[in-house]
Antibody, heavy 120, light 113 residues
Framework: QVQLQQSGPGLVKPSQTLSVICAIS??????????WNWIRQSPSRGLEWLGRTFYRSKWNNEYAESVKGRIAIDPDTSKNQFSLQLNSVTPEDTAVYYC??????????WGQGTLVTVSS | DIVMTQSPDSLAVSLGERATINCKSS????????????LAWYQQKPGQPPKLVIR???TRESGVPDRFSGSGSGTDFTLTISSLQAEDVAVYYCQQYYSTPFTFGPGTKVDIK
């Protein structure tokens, strides 16, 4: 049974970098059968897929256009986890951030969510 | 991007009655090579992450009660709860996984009348 445990600060100042980590148990970040995603949820934007990282002979990333240029999703094979970094945040980036595994492209395991507030 | 819409925004149903939620995609999510619809349904309760209920438009996840069923193809889909129970109160989202960016519907809130 896959479990995803999120950690990260809940408050970030405008223009700074949002960072959240997702620790994986019950699967490997290096598996070639799944991908590792970040999704956020806010009242104004609903559920919004941000991007994913996955290993298929080499590491790959896909990002949503809405955050491309500001986002990085990186695996950490030594700790079996992956991370989200979102740069130059504004109050519009305030949301609950979820990590999720996609197996056959459906999100079958989710982290508990991290409320990140962007405010000075 | 594929835009997902849902109707109604909310509904209230008596216990034991049927609840029906509709989802429409802006383009077909039916992949012709395998004849599969790349459409999933999720249930979200307050304070919890979404939970996968149905994949491939009509395949129930293990452990999901059989009162939940999905139907539809192409661009029009339906989630039906045949006999609403108190524990089914939640917001339900459809999601397409035909192409990135993966996109979700705005959600339908289901309550007890």
């Amino acid at each position: 049974q896959v479990q995803l445990q999120q950690s990260g600060p809940g408050l970030v100042k405008p223009s700074q970098t949002l960072s959240v980590i997702c620790a994986i148990s019950g699967d490997s970040v290096s598996t070639n059968l799944a991908a590792w995603n970040w999704i956020r949820q806010s009242p104004s934007r609903g559920l919004e897929w941000l991007g994913r990282t996955f290993y298929r002979s080499k590491w790959n990333n896909e990002y949503a256009e809405s955050v491309k240029g500001r986002i990085a999703i990186d695996p950490d094979t030594s700790k079996n986890q992956f991370s989200l970094q979102l740069n130059s945040v504004t109050p519009e980036d305030t949301a609950v951030y979820y990590c999720a595994r996609d197996y056959q492209q459906v999100f079958d395991s989710w982290g508990q969510g991290t409320l990140v507030t962007v405010s000075s | 991007d594929i835009v997902m819409t849902q109707s109604p925004d909310s509904l209230a149903v008596s216990l034991g009655e049927r609840a029906t939620i509709n989802c429409k995609s802006s383009q077909s999510v039916l992949y012709s090579s395998n004849n599969k619809n790349y459409l999933a349904w999720y249930q979200q309760k307050p304070g919890q992450p979404p939970k996968l209920v149905i994949r491939w438009a009509s395949t129930r996840e293990s452990g999901v009660p059989d009162r939940f069923s999905g139907s539809g193809s192409g661009t029009d889909f339906t989630l039906t709860i045949s006999s609403l129970q108190a524990e089914d109160v939640a917001v339900y989202y459809c999601q397409q996984y035909y192409s990135t960016p993966f996109t979700f519907g705005p959600g339908t809130k289901v309550d007890i009348k």
